[in-house]
């Protein structure tokens, strides 16, 4: 089993920037080195929606286009910890940030919400205009 706790959520003006964490754990001690690390969003009424993905195993990082040169997936081995850097923060990126996992996962299906096995709770990202 593995846990995943977001963290950073919180109120910005346009503009700005917030920093993201989660922490990954896992109760038999299993390492992350073959997991992809996943950001998700959900906007109120709206679907569940891919950000970014790291693949721990070789470093690719991926990203849907509405992200692409403002936010950045990072990661700390020590910390087992992946990181969303998000600047240039837009209205439109208000919604409930989710950390995801799934052991291995092929690069074509990496912003697939249903293909990730472990989900945090999520952290509110609110951006006013």
């Known amino acids: 089993q593995v846990q995943l706790v977001e963290s950073g959520g919180g109120l910005v003006q346009a503009g700005g920037s917030l920093r993201l964490s989660c922490a990954a754990s896992a109760a038999s001690g299993r390492t992350f080195s073959s997991y992809v690390m996943g950001w998700f969003r959900q906007a109120p009424g709206k679907e569940r929606e891919f950000v970014a993905a790291f693949n721990w195993n070789d470093g690719n990082q991926y990203y849907a286009d509405s992200v692409k040169g403002r936010f950045t997936i990072s990661r700390d081995n020590a910390k087992s910890t992946v990181y969303l850097q998000m600047n240039s923060l837009k209205p439109e990126d208000t919604a409930v940030y989710y950390c995801?996992?799934?052991?291995?996962?092929?690069?074509?299906?990496?912003?697939?919400?249903?293909?990730?096995?472990?989900w945090g709770q999520g952290t509110q990202v609110t951006v006013s205009p």
């Open positions: 995801a996992a799934k052991f291995t996962l092929a690069p074509s299906i990496v912003a697939m919400t249903s293909k990730y096995d472990y």
